[in-house]
C-alpha cells in the first residue's frame, strides 16, 4: 500500500517501510546513538540524570549503538527508512498539495491549532505541525526513535525546504537533537527567529518575519 500510494507516485526511490522480519537497512547508513536505555527516551521524561552527563562529558559513559534495532514496532511513527533527499521530496509533496486531493488538503491545513498560548508559534493538526510567525507557516514533523531525531520543513510561501537528521536522539542537555539544530537553521534563514526572544529590558523597535534571501 505505502509503494504504491505513496513512495512510486512520488519518486521515493530511497524509502521503504522496514518489514518486521528483518533489521536490515541498506548501505549507506548512519549509525545511532543513545546515552542510556531506549525504554527511558520513549516515556518522554528526561533521560539523562546529571550523573550520567557528566560521566558523558568525561568520557567515562559511551553512548548506546541503536542501529540494529528493528523500528516497525513505531509503525507510522517512525518505521519508514529513508533518505535525506526523499524526506525532502516528501514533505515539499505534502505541503504542496501532490498527496491529497484539494478537499482533504484543505481540510489537513485547516485542522492546526494552536498547541499552547504561551507559545502562540507552535500548531498541531491531524499528522502535521506547523511553525507560524508573522506572515510565516511552515509546515513539519519531526520523530525520535532510539538513536536517531529528524524535523522536515516546507514553507510554501517562500520555498523553503530543510532536513534536519540527528544520529544522537537526545543531547545531553535532555533536548532532542534535530530540534534543537532547526531552530539554529531557521535563525540563519529568517530575519527572526520562530522562537521569540526574551523580553528586552528598554524600548523595542518593530521588526517583520521574513526570509533573508
Known amino acids: 500500500m505505502f509503494e504504491n500510494r505513496l513512495f512510486k507516485p512520488l519518486g521515493l526511490t530511497n524509502t521503504m517501510f522496514q518489514p518486521v522480519t528483518s533489521s536490515t537497512i541498506p548501505e549507506p547508513f548512519s549509525h545511532g546513538y543513545l546515552y542510556g536505555s531506549s525504554s527511558t527516551m520513549m516515556t518522554g521524561r528526561p533521560p539523562y540524570t546529571p550523573a550520567q552527563e557528566a560521566e558523558a562529558k568525561a568520557g567515562t559513559l559511551k553512548p548506546k549503538d541503536y542501529t540494529d534495532i528493528n523500528h ?6 517512525g518505521a519508514v527508512t529513508s533518505t535525506a533527499a526523499d524526506l525532502a521530496t516528501w514533505i515539499r509533496a505534502l505541503g504542496g498539495g501532490k498527496v491529497f486531493n484539494a478537499e482533504y488538503q484543505k481540510i489537513w491545513q485547516d485542522s492546526a491549532k494552536m498547541e499552547n498560548p504561551k507559545n502562540s508559534y507552535n500548531w498541531y493538526g491531524y499528522g502535521i505541525a506547523e511553525l507560524r510567525w508573522g506572515q510565516n507557516v511552515i509546515d513539519l514533523h519531526g520523530g525520535q526513535t532510539p538513536g536517531f531525531n529528524s524535523e522536515a520543513l516546507y514553507d510554501p510561501n517562500n520555498d523553503m525546504t530543510l532536513v534536519i537528521w540527528g544520529n544522537l536522539t537526545m543531547a545531553l542537555n535532555n533536548q532532542y ?4 539544530l532547526m531552530l539554529k537553521v531557521l535563525d540563519m534563514i529568517y530575519v527572526n527567529s520562530p522562537v521569540p526572544p526574551a523580553p528586552p529590558t528598554t524600548g523595542t523597535t518593530g521588526t517583520t518575519n521574513s526570509p533573508t534571501g
Not at 72 to 77: C, E, I, L, Q
Open 72 to 77: 516497525s514496532f513505531s509503525f507510522a511513527a
Open 177 to 180: 537533537t534535530a530540534v534543537v
